[in-house]
């Protein structure tokens, strides 16, 4: 039997295994063996490389607190909290002990499969590698203390040195088997002589920060082997998942960080050699991007992007991929679609999905809706626009019938799509409280954001009319450095013009650290750089991908690491998620209290009823008060109870009691049609209700035996009029 860990300990053991796939490149791919599945090596902060000195990154950390923040800041909290819980104190310490030295040197965390021999059953085996220099044998002491502290792990674990180099192997029988080369090291193969991995990273930075690498093939065998043991349907199933997204024809997956001048870049590459199939194979063969959909992008743009996505395809791949799972929930799919079209009136694919274009833009603009993602526009290049804005318009209809036959029935109403021209477009929009959004097709292309004033802005700056982001000189200065120009996607960011709106944001963010203060730990107290030294380290930021025969490549540059968070603004994307909170809840909060004035308004309507019956108990005949303010003068009713709080209808104050009775009997929220009625009236007959002018879904009606009842507009105005007809139009005049 296998000593059991606690749960602790257990976690103690996850921690020094995964820590470093948090890190942030082919460093030490000589030291793994070359069955590595999932490979990630970084160079460590200490020497981060050449391309450091000069860079964008060196003068950032120059001018700001942020190595503070990591060096002290970040490790006087941790010791805190150690002091302060018990239970976290070990975890605190192995992140302290190891993780430490691994951040700051060359290392790299290797997942080479899992072994289905091995002696205790599947066995995951593991390489964890650090070339600590000098902090190599206090780095092994602590790998071996901690080891030690957790006592026998599921699975076998060696800690060895060779050198500077501390390694720590998990599921192999010896740490020769996981060690290539070195002194004393196995005779088993390295990753860096692997001809798959040489060839994928000849598509890379060789001399990246950062590079993780993925053996697609050796991991779908790996896959293929643990299905089995998932039983019969997994295994059925499992070809029909691989073929359906295409992954049988992914080879490998590769990407790398590092220094592209003074700037920062990232490249990657996911080896898929023609012929592709499933929804990869669809996303490798997309066209590149035409410049129609780019001229739809304003000059002026300071956040932008263009890509393709075939709405009809996507769902056309997903309904074969189900019938080819499982006949049965296709059946069902697709009798869903049939009841949704006979519902519509119209084929969802055929008549909708088939005329949108698989080429889609979005931008925001300052000449257009401002800055930040509430003016957010998006453009679509349609197949058919004529036809397209038929089907959007036949859904928009069918919204409203709904909406007024719900408005009939006397439920809550439900949103109303509007329309309203605007820069010679008729736009249509959703007439919602904080976000209206809308849609409008102009010069064969639809437009749409979270405001009707936004989209009539994109229509005046014009589908190619105006300059557009092909004559921006950052955009075309970043789309020639990416090798871009037959990109099937494209990502654009101004930082420079973007930075002076969110640096505010961010900067009352990095404050958050200040909490540290109300703990005993004071924090750095500027944590970024003044914005007059970032900004000359700023410029756009961008980002393309692209098909070839042997795979997808994508290559991102930006001033730094993290740079391209200045182009949001926490600030205004917490308001904006604040304005579609309201948005969503308004409507229900306007329901939930429109139903609170309901109960209120009836409960009032019985207090009339209750005075009513107490007034004709002590009358010899059993009649009823011949109007309210006869009731406020003889019973024990308020003032209040003769307002309905559904209306606008103010409180009079200071008023004698002559003075209320005269008020009440000209403006009483409710209409009195006990006058000349007899306590022994019918029990549903109606005594009293609601004053119909302002209401819009129905009306509290009072009936003879004093019970209440809410009706719908449409029937309660029935029963009004029945009434008055029985009294021949004495009384209760509406």
Known sequence: MLRKLTAARFLALLMILAFPALARGQVLADRVPDDTILYVGWTGVEAPGPGFKGSNLEAILKSSNLPQVFDQFIPALLDMAARQDKNSAEGVRIFRAVAGPMWRHPSAIAFAGIDMAGPNGPMPKFVLISKAGKEAPALKQQIDALLAQAGQPPVPVHVVQQGDIVAVAVGYATADAAL?????????KSLAKDASFIKALAQVDKNAVITGYVDVEKLLATIDQIVPMAGQEAQVAWPTIRDSLGIAGVKQIIWSEGFDGKDWGERAFMAAPAPRKGLIGSLLEAKPLTDDILKTIPQSSTLAGAGHFDLNGF???????????????????????????????????????????????????????????????????PADAAKLEAALTRLENLANQMSAQHMKQGQDPMLRIRQVKMAGATIHFLGSPAISPAWTIQDGNLYAGLYPEAVAAAVAQGGGNGHSILDNRAFVAIRQHLGAKSATSVQFMDLPK?????????QMMSRLAGLGDLFGVPAPVMILPPLKELMPHLSAAGQAAWGEADGLHMRS????????????????????????????????????????????????????????????????????????????????????????????????HGLTPEQQQAWVAQHSDYVWNGAGKKNNMPADEPLAWEKPEGAREGLNILYGDCHVEWKPMGEAMEIIRKAQAKKNGAGGNL
């Open 315 to 381: 769902v056309t791949t997903l309904r074969t991929a189900v019938a080819s799972l499982d006949p049965d929930t296709a059946r069902q799919v697709d009798q869903a679609f049939g009841q949704v079209n006979q519902l519509i009136g119209m084929d969802v694919q055929k008549d909708l999905l088939a005329n949108f274009g698989d080429e889609w833009a979005y931008y925001t603009d300052p000449a257009t809706a401002g800055v930040g993602m509430m003016g957010l526009t998006l453009v679509n290049r």
């Open 180 to 188: 290539p080369g070195g002194a004393g090291g196995g005779n088993a």
């Open 498 to 506: 973007l930075a002076p709106y969110t640096y505010p944001g961010w």
């Open 557 to 652: 540059v930006s001033p730094f690491p993290g740079s391209e968070a200045l182009g949001t603004d926490p600030d205004a994307m917490s308001v904006g998620q604040e304005a579609m909170a309201i948005s969503v809840l308004l409507p229900a909060l306007n329901s939930a209290r429109d139903r609170a004035n309901r109960v209120k308004s009836a409960s009032n309507l019985r207090q009339i009823g209750l005075g009513a019956i107490m007034y004709a108990n002590n009358q010899r005949d059993g009649s009823f008060p011949k109007d309210e303010a006869t009731m406020l003068k003889n019973e024990d009713l308020t003032l209040e109870v003769f307002i309905n709080p559904r209306t606008t209808t103010q409180l009079p």
